[in-house]
C-alpha cells in the first residue's frame, strides 16, 4: 500500500520566519510528487516535481525531490499570515494520488 | 484554465435520503475525474476514480452501491450518495487530471454534506 507521511503535523511561527515541511514517501510506480495549500476549501496546487534535485520556485515558496531518498520539502521564506494553511503532499502513482495527513502552519502576526 | 466547479457546495439531508453531487470541468476535457472524502482534521481520502463512458474503479472498503459514480460526459461526473447516514457526513472534494499533464490534478472547491 502506498504511504506517504508528512511531518511536522503542525507547527506555529511568527510573521517573517522561514518554514520548512517534511514530505516521505514509499510508493509503487512513483510518477511524481505534489504539494498542495488547503485552505478552508479544496486544495489549490502548488507544485509537481517528478526529478531530483531540482529546485522548483514559486515567490516565496520552494520545493525540492530526493527520489533516491523518497523525500520532499517544502520552503516558505518571510511567511505572512495568509500562509496559514494545511499544506498537503501527494505522490502520484498510476495516475492516482495518494495523500499525506498535511501540515498545519498557523503564522502569527 | 483548468477550473473545475461542484455543486451544491453544501447541502443537508435526511437520513435515508439520497444526494447529488455534480463535478465540472469549466474549462477543459476531464477524460478522468477522481472523488474524495475528507473527514474533519484528517487528509483526503480517494474513494473512486471515473472515468468518461465506463465504469468508476473504487477504492478498496468503499460500496460501490452506496456512492454511485456517473461520468456521462468529458465534462461532468456526478457522485450520488444514496440512502444517506448521518457517518456519511463528510467534505466531498472532486478532482480533474489536468489538461497538459495527467499527473497534476485540479480540485473542484468541494461539498460539504450534512446528514441529519
Known amino acids: 500500500e502506498d504511504k506517504v507521511v508528512q511531518s511536522p503535523l503542525s507547527l506555529v511561527v511568527h510573521e517573517g520566519d522561514t518554514v520548512t515541511l517534511n514530505c516521505s514517501y514509499e510508493?509503487?510506480?512513483?510518477?511524481?510528487l505534489l504539494w498542495y495549500k488547503q485552505e478552508k476549501k479544496a486544495p489549490t496546487f502548488l507544485f509537481m516535481l517528478t526529478s531530483s534535485g531540482i529546485e522548483k520556485k514559486s515567490g516565496r515558496l520552494s520545493s525540492i525531490l530526493d527520489k533516491k531518498e523518497l523525500f520532499s520539502i517544502l520552503n516558505i521564506t518571510a511567511t505572512q499570515t495568509g500562509d496559514s494553511a494545511v499544506y498537503l503532499c501527494a505522490v502520484s502513482s498510476d495516475y492516482k494520488l495518494s495523500f499525506g495527513a498535511g501540515t498545519t502552519v498557523t503564522v502569527r502576526a | 484554465g483548468a477550473v473545475v466547479s461542484q455543486h451544491p457546495s453544501w447541502v443537508i439531508c435526511k437520513s435515508g435520503t439520497s444526494v447529488k453531487i455534480e463535478c465540472r470541468s469549466l474549462d477543459f476535457q476531464a477524460t478522468t475525474m477522481f472523488w474524495y472524502r475528507q473527514f474533519p482534521k484528517q487528509s483526503l481520502m480517494l474513494m473512486a476514480t471515473?472515468?468518461?463512458?465506463?465504469?468508476?474503479?473504487?477504492e478498496q472498503g468503499v460500496e460501490k452501491d452506496k456512492f454511485l459514480i456517473n461520468h456521462a460526459s468529458l465534462t461532468l461526473s456526478t457522485l450520488t450518495v444514496t440512502s444517506a447516514h448521518p457517518e456519511d457526513s463528510s467534505f466531498y472534494i472532486c478532482s480533474a487530471e489536468g489538461p497538459t499533464n495527467p499527473y497534476e490534478q485540479y480540485f473542484g472547491p468541494g461539498t460539504r454534506l450534512t446528514v441529519t
Open positions: 510508493v509503487t510506480n512513483f510518477r511524481s
Open positions: 471515473s472515468n468518461e463512458g465506463s465504469k468508476a474503479t473504487y
